[in-house]
């Protein structure tokens, strides 16, 4: 750890014998869906957009690749890209909130956006914007977004 900052390398050092490095997905549904998008303002819009590109600066990822498999590899979902002529799209399948209750006209997975985003404008250093399209919540078949370069 730095002196003033933790790093993503440290959230890696898990010291607990009995309950290891895993924790419910329950849990993580909990924090983010009852405490922050029914908790906060606005849905804790404002929160997520800034704590998602927070996180997304601070991976290890070099390479949209390397994003994609980190994704996968932290269980946030199976990413896949999708290129269109001027836009790229990411479908996240078996994303965290699959399995939920349809509550259509609602998108939660603004922080998943927002860790892309800020990876992604660290990786090709320049502005990217990455806005949620399609949610499981909301009734899609998987969740999306759009990237915008």
């Known amino acids: 750890m730095s002196a003033e900052q933790f790093t993503f390398d440290d959230m890696k050092m898990v010291e607990r014998a009995k309950l290891g490095n895993k924790v419910p997905l329950e849990l993580f549904r909990t924090i983010r869906l009852i405490g922050m998008y029914q908790g906060l303002p606005?849905?804790?819009?404002?929160?997520?957009?800034?704590?998602?590109?927070?996180?997304?600066?601070?991976?290890?990822?070099?390479?949209?690749?390397?994003?994609?498999?980190?994704?996968e590899e932290l269980r946030i979902g199976i990413p896949k890209?999708?290129?269109?002529?001027?836009?790229?799209?990411?479908?996240?399948?078996?994303?965290?909130?699959?399995?939920?209750?349809?509550?259509?006209?609602?998108?939660?997975?603004?922080?998943?956006?927002?860790?892309?985003?800020?990876?992604?404008?660290?990786?090709?250093?320049?502005?990217?914007?990455?806005?949620?399209?399609?949610?499981n919540v909301n009734g899609d078949e998987h969740c999306e977004y759009e990237v915008r370069l």
Do not use: Y
């Open 42 to 71: 606005l849905g804790g819009r404002g929160t997520t957009v800034t704590i998602g590109r927070k996180i997304g600066e601070n991976l290890p990822v070099h390479t949209l690749d390397d994003l994609l498999a980190l994704f």
């Open 81 to 135: 890209v999708i290129h269109g002529e001027h836009t790229m799209k990411i479908v996240i399948e078996d994303c965290f909130c699959s399995g939920l209750p349809v509550l259509e006209g609602k998108f939660v997975c603004d922080l998943e956006g927002a860790i892309m985003e800020g990876a992604l404008n660290k990786i090709m250093d320049k502005r990217v914007s990455v806005r949620e399209i399609k949610c």
